[in-house]
């Protein structure tokens, strides 16, 4: 080979060859160090004759120098040797000959400081005297922002740097892990505090560092003018939403830690003041669990916690910002005492507002001593530099919708975001999705001493509220017009259900409203608390309960008491139907798991047939034979099953292996006909004759279908048990037997299902209008859990239309007096209290939302004037780069 420059007698020898250069060609070692005097660190390979490859090499073992201070010559005062140096690049680690700059600075009596020089490179320096070894501020950002993405800790980033430098034989390669980790915490601390506005030094002012949510109030800074004159009924406008929550996988671990050791952002970010947390902690008595009036919750204390630090504790707004100062470290569980002093730490700059809306997964116990552990706070806590002010404003407690199904029926309505005036459309579980997204920071900082942890802690903090600031405003405009649409539905919902509500009956409701909500936002008051958003036990009339009414002569439709053998004969027959269904689906289940138990329900039902056809023939039969002739149609009876369904469920499910639903035991069940008003025609149903069974049948028919309606609720409650059971299951075994009951009780809710859907077909050919706002088409959506009761509510449910299984209750009004209306009735009002609270919710979210777009633009433009001031004031002082820094 030869070299690829003009070649000399003194330029002709090894031949090096750039890894990084793009068409590189070999040259000799004195072209490669001149054409790379601006790449000093581009990685570099040798020729070797012997053995006929490329071999790694270094610039810097064929005379390289980095000479700093001069554009890359040398200094012309030079006074010291080259020093050896460990450079830690993007490409690996290399070894360097640093030739330091020794011209006097003007106006000092010395020189530029030898790490000041590398940073002015490009190199960020390991120490700040002599500096050994040095990493690239390109390197160092890298690591950055690997650490705030995938949460990459410096063990593993130094060692993929090794492995960089020689992946065979890494143990070779340079080892500056403890070097790395310390000049990335200064360099991190470094960029946080220049983006804030600060020089970096010690004791920064409270919250300095912290970024601030836009859309929430900020004093001075985005609040309307004249929002101290709000009239009390939209204070809620100018609230701050914020919630607590604890995350203990935020923990540390027991091992010997730095007595010196102390966080660069000591109470300027997002973690309270340590100091003045030691100090409050020294004025605690022994640590015990909570009492508890709610379920024992684990947060309390009451679970198992390892560890001297158990986890940590953080105060954030409704829109995921996190609060500074607002985080304080766990020792075991929640312990309200820690609460105490977060929630006093971080809500230092809104104590001034005229109102909070608090979130916390236990504000059914934090609330109840807060008053007197306040006062004992005050007393003990004189003096503190980061707490002046220790008097909440009014306070609107509640619990996450997440959470809130947890808690005792008495807690729901109480503490619910969804009943609670003032509130909008909070969830109250922002805290929840910021330690999801930190979860994984926990397995690298229960590493570290506690310095350290809070300033990783807090670096996270705030790049996750940098993000969430700038997609602000498109997401607020979005939820802006999500409120508007969401209000429209509701409101036109209530206005179909109070057109069909007594005007004095809606009045009554409204003042009973009103009262509790003006008691509820008290928690002295929740005492004596009714609970008017849960309905009691409220059953639709029972077919046995319709038959009753039908003999008392108690009709809902028609006129007139009805024979009691023709009601009995009815009801028998469309109770035979039900169990033909059953059987059926018994053949087809059982076909060869038990014959047995096959034959014994063959043989009841057809004993069964047999004694209802002769009371059939005294009651039913001849009235649908004279209605047949008379009419002169020449229909035959129809099976419910031979009716069009909305959509079948059990009936069409695959037959077992091997099996035809054509058997002959299922054809002779098949052939039974039961022969009712409903499987006529519509003209011997419409005939005088008929006229009054077909009037009885849809009675009963009715109750059939409330009582599949009540089967189908209770089954599908209690499959969602099951499932919730069945996760705590182990084992085959156990997981097998919990499989079977699961598919057992979804056969049940197909089969009630599928009752309702015949019961409804049999109505409908009854003369019972197909859009019937009672009896609605059933499908597969609808088949969902049971939303009338608090404790089944969950996050988002408040966005979906609930099924109408739970929620129709306009026949009430058509029914006849006695208990199955007062119980109907008592249901109705449970719903129009909850659509009601629905409308206003979306009404407040909706005033909300407006505010916050307005604070939002006046946040922006007030930071914009704040940072061209200080462009300016750089300018003055002569300071270009820290000017264009503020202008950038």
Request: glycine share 6%.
């Amino acid at each position: 080979m030869a070299c690829a420059c003009t070649p000399t007698e003194s330029s002709i020898g090894t031949l090096f060859r750039c890894e990084e250069c793009y068409h590189a060609r070999p040259c000799c070692g004195r072209c490669m160090v001149a054409s790379h005097a601006q790449m000093p660190f581009h990685r570099i390979t040798e020729w070797c004759e012997t053995t006929g490859f490329w071999g790694p090499a270094s610039l810097f073992d064929i005379d390289m120098k980095v000479c700093l201070g001069h554009g890359g010559a040398e200094c012309p005062r030079k006074l010291r040797r080259p020093r050896k140096m460990t450079i830690g690049l993007e490409s690996g680690f290399q070894s360097a000959l640093v030739v330091f700059c020794d011209c006097l600075r003007p106006g000092h009596v010395d020189r530029v400081p030898d790490a000041v020089q590398l940073i002015e490179f490009g190199l960020y320096p390991t120490s700040w005297v002599q500096p050994q070894s040095a990493f690239s501020i390109r390197v160092h950002r890298a690591y950055h922002l690997l650490s705030l993405q995938a949460q990459t800790n410096a063990q593993d980033f130094t060692t993929y740097l090794r492995r960089l430098t020689d992946n065979v034989m890494i143990d070779e390669s340079p080892d500056r892990y403890r070097e790395f980790y310390i000049s990335n915490r200064e360099f991190a601390f470094l960029r946080a505090v220049r983006r804030a506005g600060q020089s970096p030094r010690r004791n920064l002012p409270a919250g300095s560092l912290a970024v601030l949510c836009p859309a929430c109030p900020q004093l001075d800074i985005n609040m309307d003018p004249n929002w101290r004159t709000r009239p009390t009924h939209l204070r809620f406008v100018d609230a701050l939403f914020h919630g607590i929550d604890g995350n203990f996988h935020q923990n540390q671990k027991v091992k010997p830690l730095d007595p010196n050791d102390f966080a660069l952002t000591l109470g300027s970010a997002y973690f309270a003041n340590a100091e003045d947390f030691v100090k409050y902690q020294e004025t605690l008595g022994p640590m015990e669990p909570e009492p508890s009036t709610c379920h024992k919750f684990h947060a309390m204390g009451l679970g198992g916690y390892w560890n001297n630090i158990s986890g940590t504790l953080g105060v954030s707004c409704k829109h995921q910002v996190v609060v500074p100062g607002g985080g304080v470290d766990l020792q075991k569980g929640e312990r309200f005492a820690n609460v105490d002093f977060a929630m006093v730490s971080g809500l230092q700059r809104w104590m001034d507002l005229q109102l909070h809306v608090s979130g916390y997964d236990i504000n059914c116990q934090y609330r109840i001593n807060l008053d007197k552990r306040m006062k004992h706070f005050r007393a003990t806590t004189q003096g503190f530099s980061s707490i002046p002010k220790t008097i909440f404003p009014p306070t609107i407690a509640c619990v996450g919708k997440f959470h809130l199904p947890a808690h005792v029926p008495a807690c729901r309505y109480k503490f619910s975001y969804m009943y609670m005036p003032g509130v909008g459309r909070t969830d109250g579980e922002a805290p929840e999705r910021i330690w999801a997204a930190l979860n994984a920071l926990g397995t690298s900082t229960r590493e570290m001493t506690s310095g350290h942890r809070h300033d990783r802690i807090n670096d996270h903090h705030s790049d996750m509220n940098v993000r969430r600031v700038h997609r602000l405003p498109t997401a607020t405009v979005a939820k802006h017009r999500e409120a508007l649409a969401g209000h429209e539905v509701a409101q036109d919902l209530l206005n179909k259900t109070e057109a069909q509500i007594p005007t004095e009956m809606l009045e009554d409701w409204k003042k009973e409203e009103e009262d509790w909500l003006a008691k509820v936002v008290d928690i002295k008051n929740h005492a004596t608390l009714n609970n008017p958003y849960e309905a009691e036990n409220v059953k639709g009339l029972s077919q046995k309960a319709a038959a009753y009414v039908l003999q008392a002569g108690e009709k809902i439709t028609g006129s007139g008491p009805v024979e009691p053998g023709l009601v009995g004969t009815i009801g028998e027959g469309i109770d035979l139907q039900h169990a033909k269904a059953l059987l059926l689906a018994l053949i087809e289940e059982d076909f060869e798991a038990d014959k047995v138990r096959t034959a014994e329900a063959r043989k009841a039902f057809l004993s069964r047939i047999a004694a209802w056809r002769l009371l059939s023939a005294s009651y039913l039969t001849p009235l649908i034979e004279a209605a047949a002739l008379a009419a002169g149609d020449g229909d035959h009876p129809i099976p419910p099953e031979d009716l069009p369904d909305d959509e079948p469920d059990s009936k069409t499910a695959p037959a077992p292996a091997g099996f035809t639903t054509k058997g002959p035991l299922w054809q002779e069940i098949n052939d039974v006909v039961i022969d009712l008003p409903s499987s006529r025609g519509p003209k011997t149903i419409a005939h005088t004759v008929l006229k009054r069974a077909a009037e009885v049948e849809l009675e009963l028919r009715q109750g059939e279908a409330n009582d599949a309606l009540d089967e189908l609720r209770t089954q599908i409650i209690t499959n969602y048990a099951t499932q919730r059971l069945k996760r705590n299951v182990k084992g085959i075994k156990n997981n097998t037997r919990a499989n079977r009951t699961l598919q057992h009780q979804r056969n049940v809710v197909n089969q009630a299902a599928d009752r309702y859907r015949r019961a409804r077909n049999c109505m409908i050919a009854l003369g019972m209008n197909k859009n019937d706002s009672t009896y609605r088409e059933l499908t597969a959506k609808d088949k969902i859990a049971f939303k009338v009761y608090s404790e089944d509510d969950q996050l988002g449910d408040s966005k979906k239309a609930s099924s109408w299984i739970w929620s129709t209750f306009g026949f009430v009004d058509q029914m006849g007096d006695g208990p199955a209306k007062e119980a109907c009735a008592t249901a109705r009002k449970v719903r129009w209290f909850r659509q009601h609270a629905s409308v206003m919710r979306w009404q407040e979210e909706i005033l909300i939302l407006q505010a916050e777009m307005l604070r939002i633009a006046r946040y922006f433009n007030y930071f914009e004037e704040l940072w061209n001031e200080k462009a300016s004031a750089h300018d003055d002082a002569g300071e270009k780069g820290q000017a264009a820094y503020a202008r950038r």
